[in-house]
C-alpha cells in the first residue's frame, strides 16, 4: 500500500481545485492564476498544447504554488456569492450541473488568505472596496455657547 502511495503524482490542477472545494473552477482560470504566478509554460511537442496545470505539482517551487493558490484565492473571492443551476431532463434521464452557494464570509477568508500569502512575499494585497461609516451623531447648535 505505501509504494502504490508514493507513485501518486498529484497534478497542479487537481492541487488548485482542490483548495477550492466544491467551487467550479474553469481550466482558463486556473491558466490565469498559473501566468500571474510566473508558473505557466508552453511546451509545443507534435502540434499540440501542453500546459503546466497537467503535471507534477512539485515541478513548481514553493513560491510558484503559493502564488498560483494566492491568485486562485483572490479570483474565487471576485465571485458571486451563489450560482445557478442547469439541468437537462430526457425520458428517464436527467442530469444536473452547476449551484453553489458561498456566504461572504466565505469569500472575504478567501480574500484573506490570498492577501495573507501576497504579504509572505512582500507583493501588493488586494483591496476590498468595502466603506465603514461610524455614527457620531448631529451637533446641536444651541447646546454650544
Avoid at 501518486?8 to 472545494?21: D, Q, S
Avoid at 434521464?93 to 490570498?114: C, F, I, P, Q
Amino acid at each position: 500500500m505505501a509504494e502504490s502511495c508514493a507513485n501518486m503524482v498529484l497534478t497542479v490542477k487537481e492541487y488548485l481545485t482542490g483548495a477550492v472545494g466544491n467551487v467550479p473552477v474553469s481550466d482558463s482560470t486556473m491558466k490565469m492564476c498559473l501566468f500571474r504566478a510566473g508558473a505557466l509554460t508552453y511546451e509545443t511537442a507534435v502540434g499540440e498544447e501542453n500546459t503546466t496545470y497537467n503535471t507534477d505539482i512539485t515541478l513548481l517551487s514553493k513560491r510558484q504554488q503559493d502564488l498560483a493558490l494566492a491568485w486562485l484565492y483572490a479570483t474565487v473571492a471576485g465571485y458571486s456569492s451563489q450560482s445557478q443551476n442547469v439541468s437537462d431532463k430526457d425520458a428517464d434521464w436527467e442530469h444536473t450541473e452547476g449551484s453553489y452557494r458561498m456566504s461572504a464570509s466565505v469569500l472575504r477568508d478567501y480574500l484573506n488568505k490570498a492577501n495573507k500569502i501576497f504579504e509572505e512575499y512582500g507583493l501588493e494585497t488586494i483591496s476590498t472596496n468595502h466603506w465603514k461609516m461610524y455614527g457620531q451623531g448631529f451637533p446641536y447648535p444651541r447646546l454650544k455657547r
